[in-house]
T-cell receptor, first 114, second 115 residues
């Protein structure tokens, strides 16, 4: 099992540009989560999906952020336009049983907006 | 009050000692509780989870849960330098069924085990 795969590992972009982060969950997992981690705010849940359907997007900071899950093996998190305050590590995680046994996290994407 | 609070640390213990990490949570309806370890520059990895009041042991790690006091802790016995990391407490907070699966994380406690 390759685990949760995220790409890219690092992204540096200029303010105002569109950024797309990608995630492939563990095969068979029916829940997918997007988290953001910063020193100031810790790990924050942005959005999660169950069977490809968004369940809770209350953590998405504003309309500049959007997430999709077109099929069971792929999800994207898009920021348009990006701002310096979006700089953070973005983690994708997946789980079975709604996370009753915890999540498995991907390696994360370190985003820097200059 | 934060939903999940951890002792801020950093916590420093000598090699071989017991490290004690604490976490409190605000929602009495919380059902399951998790401890994750995160090495610097890496992603969180699950160490243990606990559902029922009492202790749960796994090797050198023991999770303790007291739902009446809304308190969960992690003990690391015979601490090793390789245990040096940030430890994150996470709580599955249920609200009307719609948040099932949603974990809320504490800020983390930095643990340093010195030789």
């Amino acid at each position: 099992d390759a685990g949760v795969i995220q790409s890219p590992r690092h992204e540096v972009t200029e303010m105002g540009q569109e950024v797309t982060l990608r995630c492939k969950p563990i095969s068979g997992h029916d829940y997918l989560f997007w988290y953001r981690q910063t020193m100031m705010r810790g790990l924050e849940l942005l959005i999660y999906f169950n069977n490809n359907v968004p369940i809770d997007d209350s953590g998405m900071p504003e309309d500049r952020f959007s997430a999709k899950m077109p099929n069971a093996s792929f999800s994207t998190l898009k920021i348009q336009p990006s701002e310096p305050r979006d700089s953070a590590v973005y983690f994708c995680a997946s789980s079975l049983n709604g996370g009753a046994d915890g999540y498995t996290f991907g390696s994360g994407t370190r985003l820097t907006v200059v | 009050q934060k939903e999940v609070e951890q002792n801020s640390g950093p916590l420093s213990v000598p090699e071989g000692a017991i490290a004690s990490l604490n976490c409190t949570y605000s929602d009495r309806g919380s059902q399951s509780f998790f401890w994750y370890r995160q090495y610097s520059g890496k992603s969180p990895e699950l160490i243990m989870f606990i559902y029922s009041n009492g202790d749960k042991e796994d090797g050198r790690f023991t999770a303790q849960l007291n739902k009446a006091s809304q308190y969960v802790s992690l003990l690391i016995r015979d601490s090793q330098p390789s245990d040096s990391a940030t430890y994150l407490c996470a709580v599955n907070m249920i609200a009307g069924g719609t948040s099932y699966g949603k974990l809320t994380f504490g800020q983390g406690t930095i643990l340093t085990v010195h030789p």
